[in-house]
């Protein structure tokens, strides 16, 4: 029976090419891609999520009030987890860490007698390592990390510093890194962190040397800097505990400092440390997603590919039934069962969503690498079993569905009606099989929608005047001796003749700007808490960014001191409400200070946020140097700036990056959206067509008879055309109807992350549709066309 | 003269191999003639009529309809000049099946200059003139076989045709309606004035008309 069916489905192939290779390009399409997003997904949902302890392991999350809003900050105060620990019994060990990005330069340099590398260390104290499972593989778990000079290296370093030994336990390595620098003993070697890890570090510190370096911040109460995990007890309620902890630091600043400013004092709680990666968005307090809303964009988009590629599978099946009626009925007359034939057709859509499979391991293979590089990420297809048998559940479910609704439908058929060549197709079932092709074309229309309105944004995000120029402008950290003395660095560098100008800045452009609630004017209403953002910048600043100056002056030391003055952006001009700004004065942290200038707004966070309120100040030698670079002597300018940094920090990799750069990275995950969604969009919009197409060809085929009549009746090739696309013509412009107004909602919805976005215009909306149109109308033109030009007496020949 | 065929050939190639399916066809047609056309299954019969009614092309020989060269006319002007002139009966009728009796009478109309009122006379007369008024709304599946060439016929005769073609259109009825259709023919032909040429294997059809040509093998022979 089995060899009976395979032979009739391989000739059925064989006749029907096309539908075959229409099914098959679809299915393979719809299943390629939905491996790629669950190897995706599934990566993803391993983030951090691979510690023995994760289901205990939480981070203690604090809400800050900030003006009228509540800013959800990972930030704690420093002797948060010793405390928490010794007053919470459901805490069971709980650590502070300082992560190598608290420090102004994220990479401190280790080094060896003459061997020097960058390199990240964080600080942590002794629970540490029994919350997190890294593998330790030199030292005693229990003793390292013991000792405040005492540090563990990661593996990789340990070989780079240590490369002719392996007993490095008792070796000392000097360490430059701000308030943490000094000599440190080696006294364990931990395996290098893996990639599914957000946190990332070479070197792991003892928490008490810094906590001793800058006890007077880190010891208050009313200071924020390191983070903190906890591992709760076995059972614990994690309400009650969120309950006890909810108020802790307020009552602990209380009882020191009182009730002066309390109200600048947070309230904690606690977040799943595996969680907060994908739930990592919090607004006013209140947790509103993260990256499990691109988990579950993408998941839909998966759902949706292989319903399209499933409807084509059940629509031309349903439809090619009238080309295998006389082997159903022949089946029926002879004493085949409904079952038997149900049967067959779902074991027909089993062998073919098979070879579907394998094509799509195929393709999965070949475009893993390319998948990899669009999504930063590094996965490969490892055949574990889970991933093996979801892969094949998704593919029998697909199967089981495509294939179910052919075969009710075909063996539904009175087998002496259909041998006679009448096929009794009910009212509904054209709707079914109309309304399938809608859908289809509403799905396609508004992921292509979707793609281009995002593409036009992301556009106009790269290419907004941002207020600056951020052309040629490279950033170096000040590391090393640098730190000490960039400003003879900037001086020396300046002789450079690519180098245009050169200057030192606090902060970035892409939204590291401190902020204050601390300005104070006249006028001022006492009870408001306005934000200002904070840049501390050097001389030459403005005029190496480009910045236009309003009113006023810039700093310069023609004028005398720079350090009482201050200049504000439009935005804060505007929000203090001052009329003739220039010669007044403010007071800021209680210090007076002088407005000697105005510039234009320009964007120092990313376009998710409105320009804020900006003051900026004169500070010298600051952590950043910037350097303008003289277009078209890149190359040159930067090897001889990095000869002159070699001379500041000899052993050391100059590491610059272009502004731009780091500007176009703000977006990374909007284009990876992008980028991804374009190409779902286009295997979802191709396979409806292909879905169309095939069709087209058995609607024509099945009005091979009408079309010949009409012909010999005189109607021309055109009309004919006209008539037959006509009717898939109604079908795409009720899917049009229906996928824009979603898309238009769904494009809102996206757009509204960002404060400064392009202006809907209709013409998007058209231009799409317009699309889709056309290649409907290529689709089915192409079988329209082929068969009204056809001659009439082919299809009207007498048996 | 209606339409003159000298020395038509055709033939389809198969594998490198011609098969002639017509061979030095002559046939001088003279307006107001009602032709018979005899011959054994498979013998051109049916070629034949869908070259002289334009359907399908010639390979060799020259064709004149109305003194016009058929070989050299355009598809838009060839299908013109059927439209106007011509029309077709089938042997299983080809009548559209989900188009009512009236409906489909009035089809040719439709590619064709008339108002609508002009459409309902046209098709009115024609259904009375067939006694099939009665049947107007019905489907054709919901007819006798000969009921449905009857509409058949009117639909062919609807746009006033110089030549009715009919390819063995009786060939799916019994003797009494073959006799009825015969009848109606040979009234078209001799009050109208209507040219027909039929297709038909009977002796007893072959005899309503006024001469007799004889195929066998795609090629004319003496009867
Ligand atoms: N397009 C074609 N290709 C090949 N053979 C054809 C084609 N059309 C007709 N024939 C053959 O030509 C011969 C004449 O057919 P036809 O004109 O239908 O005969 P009749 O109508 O007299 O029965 C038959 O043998 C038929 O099989
Ligand atoms: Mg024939």
Redesign the pocket.
Known sequence: MIKHNLLLFFRNIKKYKVTFFINLIGLSTGLASVILIYLWVNDELKINAFHENDSHIYQVMQNLPEGDDIDTIIETPGLLARSLKSDIPEIKYASNVIAPNWFENEKGIISHEDTYFKARGQFVEKDYLKIFSWEIIQGDKNTVLTDKNTVLLSEAFAKKLFPDTTDIIGKTIDWVQESSSGKYVVNGVFKDVSNNSTAQFDVLFNYESILEANASNFKKWSNSNPETFVLLQEGSNIKQVNAKIKNYRREKYQSLRGTKYLHYIGTLFLQKYSDRYLYNVYENGVQTGGRIEYIFLFSIIAIFLLVIACINFMNLSTAKATTRLKEIGVKKVIGAHRKSLIKQFLFESLIMISFSLCVAFLTVILILPEFNHITGKSISLSLSLEVVLIILGITLVTGFIAGSYPALYLSRFRPIRILKGKLDTSIGETWARKGLVIIQFSISLILIVSVFIIHQQINFVQNKNLGYNKDNVIAISSEGNLYESNASFISEIKNIPGVLKATSFGHDLVGDAGGTGGVNWEGKDPNANIQFSNLEIDFDWFELLEIEVLQGRVFSDEYGNNEDKIIFNEAAIAIMGLKEPIGKTVKVWGKDRQIIGVVKDFHFESLHERVKPCMMQYYADLSNVLVKIKSGTENKTLSKIGAVYKEFNPGLTFEYKFIDDDYQSLYTAEKRVATLSKYFASIAFIVSCLGLFGLAAFTVEKKRKEIGIRKTLGQGTQQIVMLLSGEFMKLVFTAIAIGLPIGYLIITNWLSRFEYTIDLQISYFLIAGFTVLALACIAVGFQTVNAASRNPIDAL??E | MLLELSEIFKW?T?GGNR?Y?LKGINIEVQEGEFISLM??????????LNVIGMLDHFDEGVYHFLDEPVQNLKEKHRIELYKKYIGFVFQSYHLMDDLTVYENIEMPLLYQKYSSSERKALVADMLDRFNIVGKKNLFPTQLSGGQQQLVGIARALISKPKLILA?EPTGNLNSKQSEEIMQLFKKLNEEDGVTIIQ?THSEANASYGSRTIH?LD?RMVKG
Do not use: F, H, I, M
């Open positions: 020949r007498e | 389809v198969t098969t399916l011959g054994p299954s498979g013998s051109g019969k049916s070629t034949l390819d297709a195929l795609g």
